[in-house]
Every structure is written in structure tokens, then in C-alpha cells.
């Protein structure tokens, strides 16, 4: 199983997260390419919450496809075109991560994605024991 760690010497984190995540030896991997705000018929939803809801819910489906479920996230990397968008991006993982569920995390503000369009994009890793 893996560990979630928040080293005591460490400030406490200050989102939905965790300071860093053991994982076990011979666990199966997996990683999860940048998935932004496009739904299964390739429409991009739109706004920032929308984007952000259907991301999170294109990472679920990659664990899915996978044999793998939101506990078995061990690092997301979020990128956000605008810091504005933080409290959107927030109340969307929280809506479909929930709170329970504490990989790494890592938040980048980026001038722009593949389309200047898309609000938002989040990579992921995954490794089930």
C-alpha cells in the first residue's frame, strides 16, 4: 500500500495534498498523460470549473481503464492558465477527488496550453501495490 508522508520537520501542506508518497517495490505503475477539459465526444466544456470538473473526471476514467481507483493516485500536476482560476480548480477537485484521496501535488500558472481555450490541463501518476 502506499504510504502518504508529511515529514514532521515540514510545514503542514496547504491544499488538498501530500508532502510526498512512498511507493512499494514491485507496484504496478502508471501514468496518466495531461488531460484537460474534453468530454468523450471531444467537446471542450466550458469555463474554468467545467474544464476542471471534466479533467479530473478524464484522470478517474484513465484509472478506471486501468484497474486502478482514486486511492492509487500518488501525483497530480495541475497547470492553470490564469491564478484566478484557483479557487475554481479547487472546488472541482474537491468535487470529484474529494478530500480523502492526498497524492503529491504539484500547481503551475502557465502563459498557455495546446488550445487557447483550455483553462486547465492535470498529469497524473498512479501505483497500486
Do not use: C, W
Request: proline share 5%; aromatic share 4%.
Amino acid at each position: 500500500m502506499n504510504e502518504f508522508v508529511n515529514p514532521k520537520n515540514s510545514h503542514k501542506p496547504v491544499g488538498a495534498y501530500s508532502h510526498s508518497v512512498r511507493i512499494p517495490r514491485d507496484s504496478d505503475l502508471l501514468m496518466i498523460a495531461g488531460q484537460v477539459g474534453v468530454d468523450a465526444k471531444g467537446k471542450l466544456q466550458d469555463g474554468i470549473r467545467k474544464q476542471a470538473e471534466q479533467a479530473f473526471r478524464n484522470v478517474i476514467a484513465a484509472l478506471r481503464a486501468n484497474k486502478m481507483a482514486k486511492g492509487d493516485l500518488v501525483k497530480l500536476t495541475v497547470f492553470l492558465t490564469d491564478p484566478r482560476h484557483i479557487d475554481a480548480y479547487r472546488a472541482a477537485r474537491k468535487k470529484v477527488i474529494g478530500n480523502d484521496t492526498l497524492p503529491d501535488s504539484t500547481l503551475l500558472i502557465v502563459d498557455g496550453l495546446a488550445s487557447p481555450d483550455m483553462l486547465i490541463e492535470v498529469e497524473g501518476m498512479a501505483a497500486k501495490a
